[in-house]
């Protein structure tokens, strides 16, 4: 008789941030495994790419985002794939096929995946330029902009002065 397969872990895929306890770095090797599925959802996306200056893509989900920067020149932010929120992380972890987290610092309750699933769907019939917004705010270029970013998306200040956290 074989076991059932285990699922990977969501420690596998994220990471916490040492920037803030809602937001998450996305491991290399699995940026577009995740990338993937946010663009399967049927969400807008917004971007900015300017000469000489960072690119940015930023898709809002349910009460966060997903971001992803490519930096140019000395970042003060490492580029890479983002999650903002907890509300996001166990969503993907769900659509991923993840075994999620218990519960984590700052997260005010677990929620149950039925529930997420009903607001990424109220998600998709909502307002497009007001998801837009919601995705602009999380585009950052250093940890003061992914501590304001977190305060602007969840009300909540965090603890941490480092440029060069991720």
Known sequence: MTSPKQRRAWSDVFRRSRISPHVFVVAEIAAQ????VVAGLGLPEASSNSLFDNAHWATPLLDG??????TYGLPRLPGGTRVYGHRPLRLLCHLMDLQPPRALSGEPSVPDVEEL???????????????????RTAMANDSKEVRAAVLALFGVETVGTADTAC
């Open 117 to 135: 699933l009903g607001d990424l769907e109220r998600q998709r019939q909502a307002d497009v330029e007001a998801q837009l917004a919601q995705a």
């Open 65 to 70: 985002a997903v971001t992803r920067l490519r």
């Open 33 to 36: 495994e995740v990338d993937q």
